[in-house]
Nanobody, 125 residues
Framework: QVQLVESGGGLVQPGGSLRLSCAAP????????IGWYRQAPGKEREGVAC????????YYEDSVKGRFTISRDSAKNTRDLQMNNLKPEDTAVYYC??????????????????WGQGTQVIVSS
């Protein structure tokens, strides 16, 4: 079972940027579709972006389109989430996960495997 480790969170002012990284020690991420999810206090976990291993295509939840970019670095064996123009409503714990159904139809995404510890993102002035 793939164990994923998230990093890069922090406190940032509205309009700022953060870059999250997802690593998988001992596993090759090129073998998996990977998604980034987030969970805000009192809310359900939701998928925000995914990237397909077969062709590198990326898909996003509507509220982050144009602001977030998911990318792969095969040399480093990571999947990163660049987050720009952050808003207070982006405040959440962010997780990466192995996923199925990565497509333009977000409701088809499903995470499988165990969740990591996540990384906290706080957007506040």
């Amino acid at each position: 079972q793939v164990q994923l480790v998230e990093s890069g969170g922090g406190l940032v002012q509205p309009g700022g940027s953060l870059r999250l990284s997802c690593a998988a020690p001992g596993f090759i991420l090129d073998d998996y579709d990977i998604g980034w999810y987030r969970q805000a206090p009192g809310k359900e976990r939701e998928g925000v972006a995914c990237i397909r291993s077969s062709d590198g295509k990326t898909y996003y939840e509507d509220s982050v389109k144009g602001r977030f970019t998911i990318s792969r670095d095969s040399a480093k064996n990571t999947r990163d989430l660049q987050m720009n123009n952050l808003k207070p409503e982006d405040t959440a714990v962010y997780y990466c996960a192995t996923v199925g159904g990565c497509s333009a139809v977000r409701r088809s995404w499903y995470a499988f495997g165990s969740w990591g510890q996540g990384t906290q993102v706080i957007v506040s002035s």
